[in-house]
């Protein structure tokens, strides 16, 4: 798995701009937190892209998360 990060110098990133991303180039541990997110993600890439016949990007692009406590 590969990790971007962006605006946080901390983890080599070259300024504080967020929308600049670098690859993380260190093993890192996810928080329990973030799995609901990676959970989404998931979905949302077989739901768009994996599953149709033909894949659909701009869907992907525009799947969102439901608003709510992660795992309800």
Known sequence: MRTMVSGQ???GCPDTDPSR??????QIVGCVWELGVFEH????????VLD??????DGW?????????VGR
């Open 9 to 11: 110098p901390v983890l």
């Open 21 to 26: 991303f670098v690859p993380l180039d260190r």
């Open 41 to 48: 993600e998931r979905g949302a890439w077989i739901r768009h």
């Open 52 to 57: 149709p016949d033909e894949p659909d990007l």
């Open 61 to 69: 692009l525009a799947d969102t998360r439901a608003d709510g406590p």
